[in-house]
């Protein structure tokens, strides 16, 4: 397994060019590969390994799917397999989203359950929910969800859960209900970002929908989607990560080609902190004039600020000037790289679903392990700003969302390299 030997200490200076989104890019390659009677093109997909995992699920139902370039290359479908198998879906959670479109296409699906992670329990009453409602049968039996339905047919449905709204169940039901026949009435769902891009892609497949990105969103069933071009937005939390790189090395680092307009608690919270962002178009500059203020801050549901940037802000207000409050109110275990950044010297107080953290002088770098991909990325960025050389192992889960994470580092000055075990 892959480790990240940081030496820290440098300011950043140069730019980092933002990838296209992962979890835009996953529902969306889903439609395509099963909803859509004829080829897409989906532009700007980041070369991942959720994404090469998502294919590995997609291939093994029978489409024909290439990467090449930056662009997914997805096949007509006439006929495929129903059936996702474990050992392919407990590598990637969203390989679930493959349940609502195999239902609404072949009125069967055979999807093993996604296992749990790092960050918590990862159910998915919600999306069954949503597919019941929807019509269809479900049965669970020996870790897989059966899921049959002569024709789905439209209903109006509540996807609230314990934490709100869920971007999967609303994802996932979505697919389902653009072939259902009639109208559906998705409420409280996900108004994330990804949510829109994915209604944007199956309307220029010929879906009928109305409202995504706001709490209800209305659906008019059809009969058939073909396929169409696409093109992924960038990854807001990429984005999100290298703004903090920036921040927490004192640097001067430019961000090519984000979109502001999905970033808004994010900036918001970093400006409280006294972090200068100055935009010109899809490019923004980030600096530390003075020091870093500790901002208190409440990871949750879209627009508020993202569940997957609270690590990456954990690790910056641990070198802020003051003490501050991170309260994740999304999942359940999401403070794991507390633990590992108090190993660099970090003063943080975890009670339950809050962090107290008081800022500190400096880090010390060490040997560290990565338990997500959110973590390890506030891993690389207290390594970047820390005292001496910090070895992040389990690299594996930073590649599954940070495209040439270390190209990127070293081209804006980081002293960081990647040991290949
Ligand atoms: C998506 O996961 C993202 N993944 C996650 O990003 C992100 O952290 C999460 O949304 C929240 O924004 C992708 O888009 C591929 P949820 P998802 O359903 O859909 C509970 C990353 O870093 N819940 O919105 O799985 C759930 O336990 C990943 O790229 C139910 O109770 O998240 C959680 O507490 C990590 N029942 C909350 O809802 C359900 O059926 C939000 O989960 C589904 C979810």
């Known amino acids: 397994m892959d480790k990240l030997a940081i030496r820290g200490g ?130 669970i039996e020996h870790g897989y969800i059966l899921a049959e339905a002569d024709r789905l047919r439209g209903a109006r449905f509540n996807l609230e859960g314990p934490r709100g709204a869920s971007v999967g169940a609303t994802a996932n039901t979505l697919m389902a209900a653009v072939l259902a026949e009639g109208h559906t009435e998705i409420e409280c769902a996900a108004m994330e970002p990804e949510i829109a891009d994915l209604a944007d892609f199956l309307t220029q497949m010929g879906a009928k929908i109305d409202g995504a990105g706001t709490p209800v969103i209305s659906v008019e069933g059809v009969s058939k989607l073909r396929g169409t071009e696409y093109k992924a937005p960038p990854d807001r939390i990429e984005a999100a990560s290298y703004l903090a790189a920036g921040a927490i090395t004192r640097g001067n680092v430019r961000i090519l080609g984000a979109e502001r307009k999905h970033m808004g608690a994010v900036l918001g919270k970093l400006t409280e902190a006294d972090i200068w962002i100055d935009w010109t178009g899809n490019d923004a500059q980030v600096t530390v004039p003075n020091g870093i203020r500790s901002v208190d801050v409440e990871t949750a549901t879209y627009p508020g600020f993202p569940t997957d940037a609270q690590a990456q802000y954990m690790a910056l207000m641990c070198l802020a000037e003051g003490r501050c409050e991170i309260a994740e109110n999304i999942f359940t275990e999401r403070f794991m790289h507390a633990l590992e950044l108090q190993r660099m010297g970090a003063q943080i107080a975890v009670t339950g679903s809050r962090a107290v953290v008081t800022g500190v002088e400096s880090l010390t770098g060490a040997p560290v392990m990565a338990s997500d991909l959110r973590a390890g990325m506030a891993l690389v960025l207290a390594g970047l700003a820390a005292k001496g050389e910090t070895v992040v192992s389990r690299v594996y889960h930073i590649d599954r969302g940070y495209e040439r994470i270390e190209e990127k580092l070293a081209a804006v000055g980081a002293d960081i390299r990647r040991i290949r075990e």
């Not at 799917?65 to 959670?93: C, F, K, N, Q, W």
């Not at 296409?105 to 918590?120: E, K």
């Open 10 to 139: 440098k300011a950043l200076e140069g730019s980092i060019q933002i990838s296209g989104s992962k979890n835009a890019s996953l529902p969306i390659a889903v439609a395509a590969g099963i909803l859509g009677a004829s080829e897409s093109r989906i532009h700007n997909v980041p070369n991942l390994q959720d994404i090469h995992t998502l294919m590995g699920v997609l291939r093994h139902l029978g489409v024909e799917i290439e990467y090449a370039d930056g662009t997914l290359h997805v096949g007509a479908s006439p006929r495929l397999s129903v059936e996702a198998p474990y050992d392919l879906v407990r590598r990637m959670r969203a390989s679930v989203y493959v349940l609502g479109p195999l239902l609404a296409r072949f009125g069967r699906a055979r999807v093993s359950f996604p296992g749990g992670c790092a960050i918590g329990a990862r159910p998915v009453d919600l999306h069954l929910r949503g597919m019941e409602a929807l019509g269809a049968s479900i049965r």
